[in-house]
């Protein structure tokens, strides 16, 4: 039986779910900007916020604050594309491992 390594297999899932869900937030955006609408983004002082793009670190976390409603769609685009580059790279990837796995149990 021919298989692809357990490491491959969970980054296509983990990719595709990346793009499942960056899919359904770049639909809310569209309809949003589609309304010509921005949504009240009220921190917990009630002070009116833009969007934050932040990137995690373990000592301390770098973020942005403020980030222009228009960049959002760019930005989520650019990383749907990137997350389906993934997909493909990683689908080759388990070809290959198959291949391999079939030529193995073929010498048997």
Do not use: C
């Amino acid at each position: 039986m021919a298989l692809i390594s357990k490491e491959t297999a969970t980054d296509i899932a983990f990719a595709y779910r990346e793009i499942e869900t960056a899919e359904q937030l770049l639909a809310k955006i569209s309809d949003t900007i589609g309304r010509r609408e921005i949504p009240d983004l009220r921190d917990a002082f009630g002070r009116q916020r833009g969007l934050q793009l932040g990137v995690p670190t373990s000592e301390s976390g770098h973020t942005l604050y403020d980030v222009p409603w228009n960049l959002a769609k760019p930005i989520i685009e650019a990383h749907i594309a990137s997350k389906k580059a993934l997909v493909s790279a990683l689908t080759e990837k388990a070809r290959v491992e198959m291949d391999v796995a079939l030529t193995q149990a073929d010498t048997l």
